[in-house]
């Protein structure tokens, strides 16, 4: 007998439940994330928190502050103006690449159709994590291990910012989906610098709203 069910750890679990939070705002940027306090909402013992933790301080989603425990990260202008800059510079040059050899990954058409059918039902969640699939896996097939590496790290930051910005209805599913079926187009076309002008125009449309989103706040904290 065949499963499709997938085996977690208690760890893993605390992770996923952990990480929803902050990426949906029910954390939020400025909030104070502490072990013993992952530990009692979740009814786990202090190693299993803390392995938690551990993972998403490592993905950006917390940052360590001292004999307080850990911190959801709040974002200044600079900080998104150069973590958007700092995507730009690798996403631009990959999919340079990849239009250089007309080359559409496959899983990126299939993470674009998903957002694509997100949007058409309404699924918040599964807009954030589609978009984010479409981004990394353009960059997975590019081929280079320590892009990819690197461009992981930035996307990780980059999700807790993409989920804010569906959070507040910044942009359109439908906009980001025509965007991304844009830049596939430009690649399978060969048109390389088509492709390097649409990854600039869509990746700094997105850091716009996200400043501009920030510059409405009344307090420091991104609501994006």
Do not use: W
């Not at 993972?55 to 990260?73: H, K, Q």
């Not at 995507?87 to 040059?93: A, W």
Request: glycine share 6%.
């Amino acid at each position: 007998m065949e499963s499709n069910l997938r085996t977690r750890s208690v760890a893993d679990a605390v992770e996923e439940a952990l990480r929803e939070r902050i990426l949906t705002g029910r954390e939020e940027p400025g909030g104070v994330v502490t072990e013993v306090g992952v530990a009692e909402r979740f009814g786990v013992g202090r190693p299993t928190a803390k392995a938690a933790v551990d993972r998403l301080v490592t993905d950006g989603l917390l940052i360590r502050d001292g004999r307080r425990g850990c911190m959801v990260p709040v974002l200044s202008a600079v900080d998104l103006a150069d973590l958007y800059d700092s995507r730009l510079l690798v996403e631009q040059f990959v999919h340079a690449r990849l239009a250089s050899r007309a080359s559409v990954p496959t899983a990126a058409t299939v993470a674009n159709a998903t957002l694509q059918h997100a949007a058409i039902i309404g699924d918040a969640a599964l807009v954030v994590s589609a978009d984010v699939d479409f981004h990394l896996a353009l960059v997975e097939a590019d081929g280079s291990p320590r892009l990819q590496r690197m461009h992981s790290t930035l996307m990780a930051e980059a999700h807790f910012c993409m989920a804010r910005v569906q959070a507040n209805q910044l942009l359109s599913a439908d906009i980001i989906a025509a965007e991304h079926s844009e830049i596939l187009r430009l690649i399978a076309a060969g048109d390389v610098q088509g492709v390097q002008d649409a990854t600039a125009a869509h990746l700094n449309n997105a850091r716009d709203k996200l400043l501009a989103s920030r510059d409405r706040s009344a307090n420091t904290m991104i609501r994006t």
